[in-house]
């Protein structure tokens, strides 16, 4: 049976075997910020395309974009990030540190990404029996204040005309930003998506459980336009869409599921949102947000025609963000620039939107933990990862049993026939099963092993990850049975 993955476990394997690293660790490590290495660099890229694939490439509804991190911060004002996103906080006054007050009522019960403020006040009336999570002490708290989660920077060079921006916190605005531009330069037509896969951040208060919530993070958004009434059939479509994709890609059904949002945990866009949720192993070994679906419903594009409108008075107040009101809606907003025509039916609308937003990062530890297993072999502990074949970050270990008798030359064609198809990795240190070993710690499906037996028949054997079992293959009929195994 599958050992229950620890993340202590997990982070372990990763620093000992390259996963991932803390940031800037010689210079004692920057909190919340992590690194890839040679391995996590791979798994996490098999992230990214297996998600574009099913998203984008196998779709044929579905365009891809890439947008600037930085943007224009009437962005924000229009998406509502500027006055609405940020955490309320309380400041413990013994020790002085500050804590989001939803975590110290247990409200958000990390089921949650953001509470909204409003509950968040709810939530803040009483935290006079609320613990301290760093010192202990009971109810010493200051008056909860709000924490603003976006980072600010600043462009150009000049004190004068340098303008504050925004690291953007999602990656979502920028495809709003861009729907006309998508719609007047291609063909699609209303129902049809657009997805984007890039950096966010988000100066979180609390930080926690390795890459699971980091500061600066990567997410894969689609905006699925459709048109009103027809939002609710596009809903569901997009929530078993993405729940299937992660069991498509290995993870065990059992620690998976879809857990509907309750009213008031609603963020301020949106009229319906369920979470796809992963039974982590931390906290209390709790189930943890791994990605939302949204019904967004027409609220970002209408807020960005009055963002649009609204540039004027932008200027007028030398671009500060808290002394402009976005102009109202016009009557005829539904008419406006970011509004859709309907060939068919004659009809002029503001699309709805239905979102999936996934974090890459987030998935990425999610496949590691439910990769992960222990199991005694022969008195030993075999410690491996069970990686589907198309995240795992090396498809094909390539060895020759010894470092002679011709056989590092065969296994060196075999590799270098096979790099050319997949991810291979060529070893021939140290005896054979404690490479074995370090390509099951890596997730690696498949060992091909040059032998003795190999000089005489043209064979090879092919150790499979899980099972161990060695089959001997033809050497002219490996790459096809390895792409045959490896479902490529
Ligand atoms: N556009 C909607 C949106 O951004 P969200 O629930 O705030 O929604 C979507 O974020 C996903 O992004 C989350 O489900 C999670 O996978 C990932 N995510 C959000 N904040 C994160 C953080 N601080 N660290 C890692 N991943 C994060």
Not at 140 to 151: I, N, R, S, W
Not at 357 to 366: E, F, H, N, Y
Request: proline share 3%; glycine share 6%; with cysteine.
């Amino acid at each position: 049976m599958a050992k229950l993955a620890k993340l202590d476990d997990i982070v372990s394997l990763c620093k000992r075997r390259g996963f991932i690293f803390q940031s800037s660790e010689i210079y004692g490590g920057l909190a919340s910020c992590y690194d890839y290495g040679p391995l996590g660099v791979e798994l996490k890229r098999n992230v990214r395309d297996a998600w574009w694939k099913s998203t984008v490439q196998m779709r044929d509804d579905v365009v891809g974009l890439d947008c600037s991190i930085l943007m224009h911060p009437l962005v924000w004002k229009a998406s509502g990030h500027a006055d609405k996103f940020a955490d309320l906080i309380s400041e413990c006054k013994k020790c002085n540190t500050r804590s989001r007050v939803d975590h110290l009522t247990n409200r958000a019960d990390e089921h949650t990404e953001h509470v909204s403020l409003d509950t968040a006040q709810k939530d803040a009336q009483d935290l006079s029996s609320k613990v301290c999570p760093s010192c202990g002490t009971v109810g010493q708290f200051t008056e909860p204040m709000p924490f603003k989660l976006m980072f600010e920077t600043q462009m150009g060079a000049n004190a004068d005309d340098s303008m504050t921006l925004y690291l953007r916190p999602e990656t979502a605005q920028g495809i709003f930003a861009n729907f006309k531009n998508v719609l007047d330069s291609t063909r699609v037509k209303i129902p049809f998506g657009i997805a984007q896969i890039g950096k966010s951040f988000r100066n979180e208060v609390t930080t926690k459980a390795f890459i699971f919530r980091t500061r600066e993070f990567e997410q894969a958004e689609l905006e699925f336009f459709c048109a009103p009434g027809t939002d609710e059939q596009w809903y569901e479509h997009w929530k078993q869409a993405r729940f299937n994709w992660y069991t498509d890609l290995g993870i065990k059904k059992e620690n998976l599921r879809l857990r509907v949002h309750d009213d008031d945990e609603l963020a301020h866009y949106a009229k319906a949102c369920v979470d796809v949720e992963y039974k982590f192993p931390f906290g209390s070994g709790d189930w943890q947000e791994l990605e939302g679906v949204a019904n967004r419903t027409d609220f970002d594009l209408r807020q960005h025609q009055r963002g649009m409108r609204t540039l004027n008075s932008w200027y007028e107040n030398k671009g500060d963000l808290t002394k402009i009101e976005l102009k109202s809606e016009s009557e005829d907003f539904h008419k406006g620039p970011l509004s859709y025509f309907d060939e068919q039916n004659k009809q002029r609308f503001i699309p709805y939107v239905i979102e999936p937003s996934a974090g890459i990062d987030r998935s990425t530890l999610a496949f590691l933990v439910d990769a992960y297993d222990e199991e005694e072999v022969k008195g030993n502990t075999r410690n491996l990862l069970r990686f589907h074949p198309s995240i795992a970050p090396i498809k094909a270990a390539i060895f020759p049993l010894v470092k002679k008798d011709g056989m590092p030359e065969i296994a060196t064609k075999i590799y270098d026939d096979l790099k050319g198809r997949f991810s291979c990795f060529y070893d021939q240190k140290g005896a054979v099963g404690r490479r074995y070993r370090r390509q099951d710690e890596a997730g690696t499906p498949f060992c091909v092993t040059v032998d003795g037996q190999t000089k005489e028949d043209d064979t090879v054997t092919v150790r499979d990850r899980d099972s161990m079992i060695q089959e001997r293959v033809a050497v002219d009929k490996v790459k096809t049975y390895l792409m045959e195994k490896l479902g490529l």
